[in-house]
């Protein structure tokens, strides 16, 4: 699933090497927030996948557990590109909707359903009120 990927104004670019441990849609309010939309989708990958050009400004978020959640974004423009998750050191969920060919995206199941919006139903993907089980 290898590909490239950049933000609105293309002030920041990035390449993506590799297969995403897991392609998760989060409905959690905070990414409803960031995204402005009823989700967000997101590529789990290794921090080592990812080689970014452009710097990236960084928000300090918190996730339900108090773990810090480190939004990195386009500050020119505001695209989300990625989050850092003080849960899992060293892996990023990277914004699906950057991709420059997002037709390869498939997701894998959906956490925070408990905020999900009531309007939409996504089936066949695994469902989890908060995060899944490690």
């Given at each position: 699933?290898?590909?490239?990927?950049?933000?609105?104004?293309?002030?920041?670019?990035?390449?993506?090497?590799?297969?995403?441990?897991?392609?998760?849609?989060?409905?959690?309010?905070?990414?409803?927030?960031?995204?402005?939309?009823?989700?967000?989708?997101?590529?789990?990958?290794?921090?080592?996948?990812?080689?970014?050009?452009g710097?990236?400004?960084?928000?300090?978020?918190?996730?339900?557990?108090g773990?810090?959640?480190?939004?990195?974004?386009?500050?020119?423009?505001?695209?989300?590109?990625?989050?850092?998750?003080?849960?899992?050191?060293?892996?990023?969920?990277?914004?699906?909707?950057?991709?420059?060919?997002?037709?390869?995206?498939?997701?894998?199941?959906?956490?925070?359903?408990?905020?999900?919006?009531?309007?939409?139903?996504?089936?066949?993907?695994?469902?989890?009120?908060?995060?899944?089980?490690?």
């Amino acid at each position: 699933m290898s590909g490239e990927g950049r933000c609105l104004c293309g002030n920041i670019s990035y390449v993506f090497e590799g297969e995403p441990v897991v392609t998760v849609v989060c409905h959690c309010t905070n990414c409803q927030r960031q995204s402005g939309a009823a989700f967000s989708v997101n590529l789990l990958a290794s921090e080592a996948q990812i080689t970014i050009s452009g710097d990236l400004t960084v928000f300090e978020d918190r996730s339900d557990a108090g773990e810090a959640v480190l939004r990195k974004f386009c500050g020119r423009c505001g695209s989300p590109i990625l989050s850092a998750l003080g849960s899992m050191p060293g892996m990023v969920a990277l914004k699906a909707g950057t991709l420059d060919d997002v037709s390869k995206v498939e997701p894998g199941l959906q956490v925070f359903c408990d905020s999900k919006q009531g309007w939409l139903t996504l089936d066949g993907l695994a469902a989890f009120a908060k995060s899944p089980p490690s």
